[in-house]
């Protein structure tokens, strides 16, 4: 399995006709965010060029997580033409994996659809042996769950992934950045920045942000030496620790510390070192008043213009911009 997730270009067929597989229990949050621009490009472009359908296998009714009891528009076996199914996932995604399903998810990619992962989503195509061979992103709470069931699936933690035919993304709002982008490969920039525009959105994440979860929601209860290095990171961002200093502290080799970090966290050390500042520098940003120097400072930064650059490859805005973003939506008090 690859440790460094290279995304493969999507196939360049049109996604015209999406079909939307909800299991019992699926979160309607994340369908909502994957069906909302879709909608939202045909009304801006004047044109229909999405159609979406929702199934259920057998037809009938399921319960969304926030127990509104969702109709499905066909059952699988009547479902109209598609370009592309995506399965909505939710809690206890494992119930919902039958012979019967994976049978028929196997039929579709059978018959050429691009398949698709919601949530947990990703784990009903993984029982199916579909994303075999494939990267992929699952909601944080299933990660280490689904590293361990399923080691021949390239599993990441990232906001969502677009590999080939196959599109997964995690929960909450990932799903409206996964189909911006998609909708941007198929029918260009200026349509989802309308979007964006419409819908208030104020950065368009792209594949390479992660979910902002708890370390050990991602290792579990191994790798306690690798938490601990974490730990240690946060807490020395204004004057950062160099490799040797970090992997001398744990009694482990500079080489040992890498490896266990692109095994686990799927990144160098520095890089992930690197991000933490950021993340730091940006909750700086939109929360206090300290000048720009200062926040580079507070965060391990000798230099202005490196600290600008960084910021804006991990964020795609500067510092400047998001200031100035946050000082006009939430004004900080005068006194």
């Not at 493969?8 to 939307?20: D, M, N, V, Y």
Request: hydrophobic share 40%.
């Amino acid at each position: 399995m690859a440790t460094e997730y290279t995304r493969h270009a999507p196939h360049t067929r049109a996604l015209e006709s999406i079909g939307f597989l909800l299991v019992n229990n699926f979160t309607l949050m994340a369908m909502a965010s994957a069906v909302e621009p879709l909608r939202l490009a045909n009304q801006l472009s004047g044109q229909e060029l999405y159609r979406w359908h929702t199934l259920t296998l057998d037809g009938r009714p399921v319960w969304a997580s926030n127990g509104l009891q969702i109709s499905p528009s066909a059952a699988s076996s009547t479902a109209p033409a598609m370009d592309a199914l995506i399965v909505c996932g939710g809690k206890g995604i494992q119930r919902s994996c039958t012979a019967e399903q994976a049978a028929w998810l196997r039929a579709q990619a059978e018959q050429g659809l691009h398949l698709g992962g919601l949530c947990s989503g990703s784990w009903a195509l993984a029982a199916a042996g579909l994303l075999d061979g494939y990267d992929c992103s699952v909601d944080w709470e299933y990660l280490l769950e689904m590293q361990e069931g399923f080691p021949q699936v390239a599993i990441s933690p990232q906001l969502f992934v677009i590999d080939r035919d196959r599109y997964t993304a995690s929960g909450g709002t990932a799903p409206l950045d996964m189909m911006l982008r998609l909708i941007g490969h198929g029918h260009g920039p200026e349509l989802v920045a309308q979007i964006c525009e419409t819908l208030a959105f104020e950065h368009l994440r792209n594949e390479q942000g992660h979910q902002r979860l708890p370390l050990k929601h991602i290792l579990g209860n191994s790798q306690p030496k690798l938490q601990e290095v974490v730990a240690l990171m946060e807490s020395n961002l204004r004057e950062p620790l160099s490799l040797d200093e970090l992997a001398d502290y744990l009694c482990v080799s500079r080489r040992q510390l890498e490896r266990l970090f692109q095994k686990y966290l799927y990144c160098t050390p520095s890089r992930y070192y690197l991000k933490l500042r950021l993340i730091r520098a940006r909750q700086l940003l939109k929360q206090t008043a300290l000048p720009m120097v200062q926040v580079a400072v507070d965060c391990g930064f000798v230099s202005a213009q490196h600290f600008s650059k960084c910021y804006r490859e991990l964020f795609a805005v500067s510092p400047t911009e998001e200031r100035l973003h946050r000082c006009r939506s939430n004004p900080l008090p005068l006194h």
